[in-house]
């Protein structure tokens, strides 16, 4: 069961060292400027596409903390089955819409495995962060889901 928290929890840890190295990034452009007079070369694409990478990989986690917006205030004046049906189709369809996504950033990617992005960023790595992420986020709702049918949901509560 370790293994398969660590895996779950891939998205909290891949998040943060990303955040990480974009603060890096940017420090490094700053010092480098300020006291050298010397740019870092793409620094700024390299902040700009790992704050992409942070919202796509983090956002699975957000999700799995009930970290994401909800009406909870008007769902709570609803009786317990409509919040039930409601819940449960929100992650039902959370799921295949975020599964929809993923398939198609990943056709996208095949179909433009060649090409690169006009700041010659391979398409690959560009889609990477989108496939991932909406495939996590994908997989969480699923999980979720599965508990909520099983009763082992601890967010019903609202």
């Given amino acids: 069961m370790g293994f398969f928290r660590f895996i779950r929890n891939l998205d909290k840890y891949l998040g943060s060292a990303i955040l990480f190295l974009m603060d890096i990034v940017v420090v490094v452009q700053v010092v480098l400027r ?17 704050l992409i990478v942070v919202v796509f990989i983090s956002a699975s986690y957000a999700t799995r903390d009930g970290e994401h917006i909800r ?32 398939y198609s950033a990943v056709i996208s990617t095949i179909k433009n495995f060649r090409n690169v992005t006009p700041l010659g960023m391979p398409i690959p790595v560009f889609f990477l962060p989108t496939i991932v992420g909406f495939a996590l986020l994908s997989l969480e709702y699923f999980i979720e889901t599965v508990q909520m049918i099983a009763g082992k949901d601890r967010s019903i509560g609202l």
């Fill in 71 to 102: 009406m909870a205030e008007l769902q709570k004046m609803l009786p317990e089955k409509v919040q039930f049906v409601i819940e449960f189709g929100t992650r039902l369809a959370g799921a295949l819409c975020f599964a929809i996504v993923s």
């Fill in 34 to 50: 300020s006291f050298f007079d010397i740019p870092l070369i793409g620094a700024i694409e390299w902040a700009q596409y790992f």
